[in-house]
């Protein structure tokens, strides 16, 4: 089988969706709760759930476990309790990889690219001590993720136990079905095509930056079928093991997504500015570009969508069922 925690999330959810269609046995680790993300897993024949309290009680009874995919996580970028993160992000993706290494399971969990800060150090997934170092991220989130990192450096350079195979992945700014349950940390796509179909004009933060445009902020935006191509990928191939960039490699504007948006619902485009919001400001990422050659070098050969194709499909494929708008 086939372990993912966060399951029932937007990554996780779509990872479990490409697992389940391979007929692979997945059980998922997550809190369903009250809200929608149930519907993230409605479609596909999982193994079970497993709440995340527990996970230690059913890892003790030594299932067959072929992979872990560790993709959960407190993911919000405006969170400020620093004992719940830290306990989330750091110590247990830590219990989690001393499992895997003593189990000899391969351990896939998720980075961010958060762990880049402002961008002005570059996007280099480099693993060293120095170049982990150098860091600086903008909020709680990104620095758990960043933590996690040095402490998987300082465990492969102490020569601490590890799994047989692992890979962290620094995500950039990913898109696509199942994210209704992330509220106002669900990407720009979702959050502009329901605005146009409340029959509102799409906003987008206006520029807080002199010499940057409003709506001219660039990011690497990746379609979440292949970020699952990648995990799927680096499960099967051991040999790449390592910290690995996940994005589409290149940076588009603001205003291209939400034009995309647009085009794919066949209208003209709507678009308005609104100033940025305060608890975003000195903390707002204004350009994002994965360098890909870490991973391209160890061998995946999967070529990005572009963000027409990608939103195209998104919006026409899943967001405009209206009854049933989840992969």
Partial sequence: MHIVTGGAGFIGSNLVAALCADGQEVVVVDRLRQGLKWRNLAKHAIAGIVEPDDLPAFLARK??????????AISATTE???????RTNIALPQRLWDWCARAGVPFIYASSAATYGDGSLGFDDDLSAAAL??????????????????????MLATGAPR?????????????????????????????????????????????????????????DFVHVNDCVAAMVWLSRNP?????FNIGSGTARTFLDLTRAIYAALGRNDDIRFIPMPEDLRGK????????????????????PT??????????????MNAEDPFA
């Fill in 63 to 72: 299932p067959p476990v072929r992979s872990m995919f560790h993709m959960g």
């Fill in 80 to 86: 400020t309790d620093g004992d719940l993160v830290a």
């Fill in 133 to 154: 170092a150098r860091l600086r991220p903008l909020n709680l989130y990104g620095w758990s993720k960043l933590a996690f990192d040095r402490r998987v450096a300082q």
């Fill in 163 to 219: 799994p047989p195979h692992w890979a962290g992945l620094r995500f950039f700014n990913v898109y696509g079905p199942n994210e209704h349950h992330k509220g106002r940390m669900a990407s720009v796509v979702l959050h502009k095509f329901s605005q146009i179909m409340r029959g509102e004009a799409a906003t987008l933060f206006a520029s807080d930056r002199e010499g940057i445009a409003d709506g001219a902020q660039r990011r």
């Fill in 239 to 243: 040999q790449a093991s390592g910290l």
């Fill in 284 to 303: 707002y990422q204004y350009f994002t570009e994965a360098r890909m050659e870490r991973l391209r070098a160890a061998g995946f050969a999967h070529k």
């Fill in 306 to 319: 572009s963000i027409e194709d990608g939103v195209r499909s998104t919006v026409r494929d899943v967001l």
